[in-house]
């Protein structure tokens, strides 16, 4: 699986470069430091035992004084000699043998020579098994070494590599607070809501990005304004102009009342069409979103669109169906929604509404007996300009469903088409409670 994740990549990449670097660190001491050590040491041990050895071949002779003081200053050291079969020779076979001192071992005494360590009582032990010295085994404590004396190293190390981690999760963190804010703040602005402009921190490259987005927010802004006042300009320049049509046309002699009927048609089919831009284009502002009864918009849309040429069903949630936005705009999202049914229906609608099962949505559907759409056009049925394909016709201007579409976004709800088994449509919307 692939990370995406800015934060957890470097993250990992941290923790690796972190392992590296320790392993790196013990290859570095092993082989610079505890090799060129042990070698030493193996020398050191190997001169002792020498003087063991010729104490010992030289024992049943005549002992020197020199001899007998070497004897003493071995056992100092702690070195002592034990025969196999006594009782502590039994730590030999319990001990992990160690093939590199074996082999310099070997080579110091000029005589096969195996080394085996284990953990004491008090430090560790090292057993010898020379060849040279048979049926007997060597015991040197090394009491210098202490298996306590690792629990320090390790603790720190641990301790050290957790502060290490914390540390760069903190700094990553700290880089990447200034992306989650503009990424909260960009999201409201998809939403179609005015931010106020971010503070510009974090490193160079956080604050250029910062600057830009604010540049980009007040763009945005500005078109939102430009948009504003072109509604404005819409609404007076080209409604009033109509509006003289329609009255000169209203005064038109009896004998052209054939004419003034077609005029006034026209003038209203203009009307509504710019009234459909206008919805299009209209901001949401969430700050005026209320408790909406969508059983009663449901069942005023469906008595105001029905008649006696399409009777309009209506089958509404028992309980409280209350949805969180605007109820104007989610009317006027139902009702394109029931006009579209009536005008392709064939004299058929039913309009219904319920809640999900964990009460987050309540839904709204509509569904018609009418010709449905083509498979391939049901995701494109909600783009502007767009009317389905011939089987619905070819009336209105295609922003009915775009603005149904516009609205859904607008209130984080989301919307469903698709074509009944038993024929016609099914339009499906849904919108928070909360």
């Known amino acids: 699986m692939r ?16 392992i590296a670097s320790q392993v790196y660190s013990y290859y570095a001491v092993f082989n610079y430091a505890l090799m060129p050590s042990l070698k030493q040491f193996n ?35 702690g070195v ?7 009782p502590i020779a039994s730590e030999f076979e319990h001990a992990i043998s160690i093939d590199l001192m074996s082999e310099d071992m070997s080579l110091e005494l000029g005589s096969p020579t195996e080394v085996r360590m284990m953990s004491g009582a008090e430090s560790y032990v090292l057993w010898m098994k020379i060849e040279s010295l048979p049926g007997q085994l060597l015991r040197i404590p090394l009491s210098e070494l202490r298996e306590k004396d690792f629990s320090p190293l390790f603790r720190n190390s641990i301790i050290m590599a957790l502060m290490i981690v914390f540390g760069g999760w903190l700094f990553i963190r700290m880089q990447n607070r200034p992306l989650i804010t503009l990424e909260k703040v960009a999201q409201a602005v998809g939403r179609g809501e005015v931010p106020p402009p971010l503070p510009e921190r974090g490193a160079s490259e956080i604050r250029s990005v910062t600057r830009a987005f604010n540049q980009m927010s007040k763009g945005i802004q500005a078109l939102e ?7 404005a300009g819409i609404s007076h320049d080209l409604r009033t102009p109509l509006t003289r049509i329609r009255l000169a046309t209203e005064m038109m002699a009896p004998e052209d009342s054939y004419l003034a009927e077609g005029i006034i048609s026209d003038t209203e089919e203009c009307n509504e069409i710019i009234s459909q831009f206008m919805d299009y284009l209209k901001p949401v502002n969430k700050q005026t979103f209320e408790k909406v009864n969508v059983n009663d918009i ?18 509404l949630h028992k309980g409280k169906a209350t ?43 509509v569904e018609d007996n009418g010709p449905g759409i083509e498979p391939s056009q049901v995701n494109k049925v909600f783009e502007p300009f767009t009317r389905g394909d011939t089987a619905r016709g070819s009336e209105g201007t295609g922003l009915g469903l775009a603005i149904v579409k516009r609205i859904i976004s607008q209130h984080s709800g989301s919307v469903m088409v698709s074509n009944r088994s038993e024929g016609g449509l ?7 409670t909360k």
């Open 3 to 18: 990370i995406r994740s800015s934060f957890t990549q470097s993250i990992l990449l941290f923790l690796s470069l972190l």
């Open 43 to 77: 020398k050191i041990l190997s001169h002792e035992i020498n003087l063991m050895l010729d104490d010992t071949v030289n024992q049943d002779s005549d002992v020197s004084m020199d001899a007998l003081l070497r004897r003493r200053v071995l056992e100092q050291l």
């Open 80 to 86: 002592t000699i034990h025969a196999e079969d006594s």
């Open 225 to 231: 304004e430009d948009r504003a006042l072109l509604m």
């Open 298 to 315: 449901a069942q005023d849309v469906a008595s105001s669109e029905g008649g006696y040429e399409v009777q309009i069903e209506v089958e």
């Open 323 to 365: 949805a969180f936005g605007n109820p104007i705009a989610i009317k006027r999202a139902v009702s394109n929604l029931v006009v579209n049914a009536v005008r392709y229906g064939n004299g058929w609608v039913r309009v219904s509404s319920g809640v999900t099962a964990d009460n987050s949505m309540v839904w709204i559907c």
């Open 426 to 432: 099914r339009a499906q919307i849904s919108f928070p």
